[in-house]
């Protein structure tokens, strides 16, 4: 796997660096700052770029709306927002787009479930922290109508956990798991396609923008 890196700490740019050339992977480019980042991204073509949110020029969400940007530029690409802080602007758009990734630096406490995430959004899945599930699903009054469970089941599908998944976390048959979904689905006024793996997405973006 081709992979960018947009990260303003040089130690930990070239420590994620050295990490994912020992687990086989090609860093085809690195960034300091959210306009070098565009640029390198445009010369490599790679298939994944892992972003910190705050970086320069302004040291606030350059790196979110840098990725929003690549995102419009290249639909394809891989976007793995790596930080430290819950940024929710942005990654709302970012996060209905399939291929996106929010995790937070001080909870990547594996590192084959954090090669693993990043293979998963390179592929056209999603990896997000529970604690930014948490942070998008918050603001959602419409929320209120789940139960209990229901919102348990929602916040399971978007670390993207499958039915089976959430079934052998919440220790539920798989049946039971799918009568959820569908309730959650219909509550929400949205739809559930079977083969439509990231449908948790359509419905963090739709909570997040309303």
Same mark, same amino acid.
């Given at each position: 796997?081709?992979?960018?890196?947009?990260?303003?700490?040089?130690?930990?740019?070239?420590?994620?660096?050295?990490?994912?050339?020992?687990?086989?992977?090609?860093?085809?480019?690195?960034?300091?700052?959210?306009?070098?980042?565009?640029?390198?991204?445009?010369?490599?073509?790679?298939?994944?770029?892992?972003?910190?949110?705050?970086?320069?020029?302004?040291?606030? @969400?350059?790196? %979110? &709306?840098? =990725?929003?940007?690549?995102?419009?530029?290249? +639909?394809?690409?891989?976007?793995? !927002? /790596?930080?430290?802080?819950?940024?929710?602007?942005?990654?709302?758009?970012?996060?209905?787009?399939?291929?996106?990734?929010?995790?937070?630096?001080?909870?990547?406490?594996?590192?084959?479930?954090?090669? @693993?995430?990043? %293979? &998963?959004? =390179?592929?056209?899945?999603?990896?997000?922290? +529970?604690?930014?599930?948490?942070? !998008? /699903?918050?603001?959602?009054?419409?929320?209120?109508?789940?139960?209990?469970?229901?919102?348990?089941?929602?916040?399971?599908?978007?670390?993207?956990?499958?039915?089976?998944?959430?079934?052998?976390?919440?220790?539920?048959?798989? &049946?039971?798991?799918?009568?959820?979904v569908a309730s959650?689905?219909?509550?929400?006024?949205?739809?559930?396609?079977?083969?439509?793996?990231?449908?948790?997405?359509?419905v963090l973006a739709?909570?997040?923008?309303?």
């Amino acid at each position: 796997m081709r992979i960018v890196i947009g990260e303003d700490s040089a130690l930990f740019r070239e420590g994620l660096a050295r990490l994912l050339d020992d687990a086989g992977h090609e860093v085809v480019g690195r960034a300091g700052d959210a306009v070098s980042l565009l640029t390198v991204v445009a010369e490599t073509s790679p298939d994944l770029a892992v972003i910190d949110i705050r970086m320069p020029p302004d040291h606030t @969400d350059d790196g %979110a &709306r840098a =990725a929003r940007q690549l995102r419009t530029s290249y +639909p394809s690409l891989g976007i793995v !927002l /790596l930080s430290q802080h819950v940024e929710t602007r942005h990654s709302v758009e970012l996060v209905s787009t399939g291929g996106f990734g929010y995790l937070l630096k001080d909870r990547v406490l594996d590192v084959d479930q954090f090669l @693993d995430a990043l %293979a &998963r959004v =390179a592929a056209g899945g999603s990896a997000l922290d +529970p604690e930014v599930v948490g942070r !998008l /699903l918050g603001r959602a009054d419409r929320l209120a109508a789940l139960t209990p469970r229901e919102k348990e089941v929602l916040a399971l599908m978007a670390e993207g956990c499958t039915n089976a998944g959430v079934g052998r976390r919440l220790w539920l048959n798989e &049946r039971t798991v799918e009568t959820h979904v569908a309730s959650i689905m219909s509550k929400l006024g949205l739809y559930s396609n079977a083969e439509h793996n990231r449908r948790v997405l359509a419905v963090l973006a739709y909570l997040g923008q309303n």
